[in-house]
Every structure is written in structure tokens, then in C-alpha cells.
């Protein structure tokens, strides 16, 4: 597919757990920055201050309580409204191209999958933050559970890092993690599904070929 190089295009990174997508996210980035493009890396929850200190408490393994389901939700699309108005609509306005560790998906599928909220309140917020703009593309990565918890687990003791709320969860939540992203992945054309079980070069291939669509 031949677009015009100045129109800004979003793209979206997917995926559970230790599935590689900062790594590839990056790989795409210098791909696209060798062909001459403006291109965004950021991330979700985060991408501008408030939305990093609201990511923090997401995140953040040892509040004083129990944070409750629909806390967590509200506290993404919150995030989220501010890292739309504030980094990613303005970039694609200029012609940038926006490639995003995580969206809205993640949302679907981690808060309504994984914490079994009702998806029709889901995609109430969805509408009210993103007023209809969706990715261009998403890539989800995608890998056994088994790999990518080893992964990231095995990443997490090498860095020191403190173990946040979404990584002691129980097995069974990643396992409706997953049927989120594959039930997700079946229903959204804008998906493509990439093997991340694979050798890290041939997951590279496949996301050039994925983004060779676009340039």
C-alpha cells in the first residue's frame, strides 16, 4: 500500500506479558527513522506527566488498600484522554507516526477480560476519550504463557524491579488476558498477529513486512 509520507499513521503494539514489545517497538522506530519519518514512541498508561503519575499508581503493588476494578479502569481512560490530547492527536495532526506499547485493547482485555468488567462501560469510555480515532495498525505479539511469563519474569530479577499489581496476578488472569487479545485479534481487521515465540530476528522480519504496508 503507497500513502502519502507526510500523513501520520498510528500504530499500535499488543500483547501479554514478556511478549517483546518495547524491544520491538524500538526496532520499528529506527526502521522508520532510516526511511525518513517523524515517529513518537510512547507508551500507555503514560506518555505525558500526569498520565506517568497516574501510570505510578496503576502500577504501584503496595497501596494502603485495594484498589477496586472500576478505580483501575476510570484511572486508564484517564490517562489515556490526557496522552490523546496531549502527545498522540497532535503528532498525527503534524504527519508523525505514533508507535504506541499499548492502547485501548490492553484495556479490553486486561480490565474486561482479565477483571471481567462489563465491556459495555468499556466501550462508553472508549468513545467518550478516543472520539472514533482508532490504530491504523495493530501488532500483537503473541506467545505461549509459559515463554512470556519466563520472559518476563527472568527480566524483572536481571533489572531489580519490584514486582508491580498486573505481574503477581494469578495464572488464570493472564489466561483471560489472552482470550481478550485473541477474541480482540478475531474481530478487528486492523490486526495482524505476529508469532513471538519466534527467534527476535524473525519477529523483526514479520514487523517490517507488517509495516512495509504503510510506508
Given at each position: 500500500?503507497?500513502?502519502?509520507?507526510?500523513?501520520g499513521r498510528f500504530i499500535t503494539f499488543?500483547?501479554?506479558?514478556?511478549?517483546?514489545?518495547?524491544?520491538?517497538?524500538?526496532?520499528?522506530?529506527?526502521?522508520?527513522?532510516?526511511?525518513?519519518?517523524?515517529?513518537?514512541?510512547?507508551?500507555?498508561?503514560?506518555?505525558?506527566?500526569?498520565?506517568?503519575?497516574?501510570?505510578?499508581?496503576?502500577?504501584?503493588?503496595?497501596?494502603?488498600?485495594?484498589?477496586?476494578?472500576?478505580?483501575?479502569?476510570?484511572?486508564?481512560?484517564?490517562?489515556?484522554?490526557?496522552?490523546?490530547?496531549?502527545?498522540?492527536?497532535?503528532?498525527?495532526?503534524?504527519?508523525?507516526?505514533?508507535?504506541?506499547?499499548?492502547?485501548?485493547?490492553?484495556?479490553?482485555?486486561?480490565?474486561?477480560?482479565?477483571?471481567?468488567?462489563?465491556?459495555?462501560?468499556?466501550?462508553?469510555?472508549?468513545?467518550?476519550?478516543?472520539?472514533?480515532?482508532?490504530?491504523?495498525?495493530?501488532?500483537?505479539?503473541?506467545?505461549?504463557?509459559?515463554?512470556?511469563?519466563?520472559?518476563?519474569?527472568?527480566?524483572?530479577?536481571?533489572?531489580?524491579?519490584?514486582?508491580?499489581?498486573?505481574?503477581?496476578?494469578?495464572?488464570?488472569?493472564?489466561?483471560?488476558?489472552?482470550?481478550?487479545?485473541?477474541?480482540?485479534?478475531?474481530?478487528?481487521?486492523?490486526?495482524?498477529?505476529?508469532?513471538?515465540?519466534?527467534?527476535?530476528?524473525?519477529?523483526?522480519?514479520?514487523?517490517?513486512?507488517?509495516?512495509?504496508?504503510?510506508?
Amino acid at each position: 500500500m503507497t500513502n502519502d509520507t507526510m500523513q501520520g499513521r498510528f500504530i499500535t503494539f499488543e500483547g501479554g506479558e514478556g511478549v517483546g514489545k518495547s524491544t520491538n517497538i524500538e526496532f520499528a522506530a529506527h526502521w522508520l527513522h532510516e526511511r525518513g519519518f517523524e515517529v513518537i514512541v510512547t507508551r500507555e498508561p503514560g506518555g505525558t506527566e500526569i498520565a506517568e503519575r497516574i501510570r505510578n499508581d496503576l502500577l504501584k503493588a503496595h497501596h494502603g488498600e485495594t484498589m477496586q476494578p472500576l478505580t483501575e479502569l476510570l484511572l486508564v481512560f484517564a490517562a489515556r484522554a490526557q496522552h490523546l490530547l496531549q502527545v498522540i492527536k497532535p503528532a498525527l495532526e503534524r504527519g508523525a507516526w505514533v508507535l504506541c506499547d499499548r492502547f485501548t485493547d490492553s484495556t479490553i482485555a486486561y480490565q474486561g477480560y482479565g477483571r471481567g468488567l462489563d465491556q459495555t462501560t468499556i466501550h462508553a469510555l472508549k468513545e467518550l476519550v478516543q472520539q472514533g480515532l482508532e490504530p491504523d495498525l495493530t501488532i500483537l505479539l503473541d506467545a505461549p504463557l509459559d515463554v512470556g511469563m519466563g520472559r518476563a519474569q527472568r527480566r524483572g530479577q536481571s533489572a531489580g524491579e519490584e514486582t508491580d499489581r498486573f505481574e503477581v496476578e494469578q495464572r488464570a488472569f493472564f489466561e483471560r488476558v489472552q482470550q481478550g487479545f485473541q477474541a480482540l485479534a478475531a474481530s478487528e481487521a486492523r490486526f495482524r498477529i505476529v508469532d513471538a515465540s519466534q527467534p527476535l530476528a524473525d519477529v523483526q522480519t514479520h514487523v517490517v513486512m507488517l509495516l512495509e504496508e504503510w510506508v
